[in-house]
């Protein structure tokens, strides 16, 4: 409490007023006593509310104070001037105590404001995008072109019978074919598949589609089959248990020979590029006859010979033939009526040439910074 508030517990009288203008000259000192007060207190709700309490409290505050002490004491000569001056100030008091809680208010509000604020300058959370694996956009690639010659793509499946992965396709028990596909076993649990009596193995080439389609239609055929193969291989640069393939069959009754080099020819070109030669080379596989390793001119020297090719010029893409009659018995085509070719393509071995990437072992790390490298 000031003087000046301090003199409010006294009647006027007692502090010698005796005039208006003694009356006038007490408000105004309160008056500035309140703008002292209010011009120190902090914007907050918390010292507008002591203000006011101070000032407008009903039991004790100044103004019940000036009501109490000075009003009602007064005389009948004082009390107009008293009246008037304390309705003034309690005008005042009250419009500044008003200012001081929206001060307040506003105050807390530009400060929530500024906690709230979104900065936009913050960078924001990236989202690393994927994107398709080598592998993958390499079947992409291989299905676009035979899809484009009429081919269909079908799947099949991964866990095979040795009857469709080696005896329908020619190659019987004992056959020395079969020492290059060594595979995985698998056990099958009891049951119906088990009772059937057969040995499942995981298939060791896309080959078993071509039993399987032409089981399920007739002629004609153009298919090819893209897919995951098994081999018990050791790792190494070149080599993985797990890798892929895409199996290609055509039969009509009026395929030739002709056909498949012209077919085989427009692959490797659209797939390596239009200047690439292709030469076709004789090899042996139960299921073809004749077989043979088709060759691309080396993409990297052009063909006068360099570490790639082996100085040789040539590479070799991939192992194809027309479809030994044999293979027909398997599944009732008549091989008098049709003719046709197969072939199967190594995915792995196809994007490792195409891309120049030398361990087949890094398309199956998963590191990004490899997989990154192909967007
Ligand atoms: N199945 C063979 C393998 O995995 C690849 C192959 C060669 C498939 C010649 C064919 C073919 O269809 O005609 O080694």
């Given amino acids: 409490m000031t003087n000046a508030t301090d003199s409010t517990r006294q009647p006027l009288a007692a502090l010698g007023v005796a005039s208006a203008e003694a009356v006038a000259e007490r408000f105004a000192e309160l008056r500035a006593a309140f703008d002292g007060e209010a011009a120190g207190a902090s914007a907050g709700a918390e010292s507008a509310k002591m203000l006011r309490d101070s000032w407008m409290g009903r039991k004790s505050g100044v103004l019940t104070l000036i009501t109490d002490n000075w009003l009602k004491s007064a005389g009948p000569a004082l009390r107009p001037a008293v009246g008037k001056c304390l309705n003034e100030l309690r005008g005042h008091v009250e419009q500044r105590l008003e200012e001081l809680q929206r001060a307040g208010e506003a105050a807390a509000e530009n400060a929530a404001a500024a906690r709230e604020r979104v900065d936009l300058s913050l960078p924001g959370v990236t989202r690393p995008l994927g994107s398709r694996h080598l592998l993958r956009q390499t079947f992409a690639d291989i299905e676009r072109i035979f899809l484009s010659l009429g081919f269909a793509v079908v799947e099949g499946p991964e866990i095979e019978t040795p009857y469709y992965n080696f005896e329908a ?4 028990e004992h056959h020395p074919a079969r020492d290059t596909m060594d595979t995985f076993y698998v056990d099958t649990p009891p049951g119906p598949i088990s009772s059937k009596g057969a040995q499942r193995l995981l298939r ?6 071509q039993i399987h389609t032409m ?7 153009r298919i090819i089959v893209p897919g995951k193969v098994y081999r018990r291989d050791n790792p190494d640069a070149t080599h993985s248990y797990m890798f892929h393939q895409v199996e290609g069959l055509a039969v009509d009754t009026d395929i ?13 070109r659209e797939f390596l590029g239009p200047k690439i030669k292709t030469r076709l080379r004789p090899s042996y596989f139960p299921f073809t006859e004749p077989s043979v390793e088709i060759d691309a001119s080396c993409f990297v020297c052009g063909g006068s010979g360099c570490r790639l090719c082996k100085q040789s010029g ?3 893409l991939f ?6 009659p044999a293979v027909y018995g398997f599944v009732n085509y008549d091989a008098k009526q049709l003719s046709g070719y197969a072939f199967g393509l190594g995915v792995d071995r196809l994007s490792q040439l195409k891309y120049g990437i030398e361990d087949v072992q890094l398309f199956f790390q998963n590191d990004v ?3 990154r490298q192909f967007p």
């Fill in 256 to 268: 030739t020979f002709c056909e498949f080099k012209g077919t085989v020819e427009y692959f490797v």
């Fill in 204 to 209: 060791t080439h896309t080959s078993p589609m």
């Fill in 215 to 221: 089981e399920k239609q007739p002629a004609p055929v």
């Fill in 169 to 172: 396709l020619n190659i019987p």
């Fill in 319 to 324: 192992g194809a033939g027309m479809v030994d």
């Fill in 314 to 316: 040539w590479i070799e």
């Fill in 369 to 371: 910074r490899f997989l």
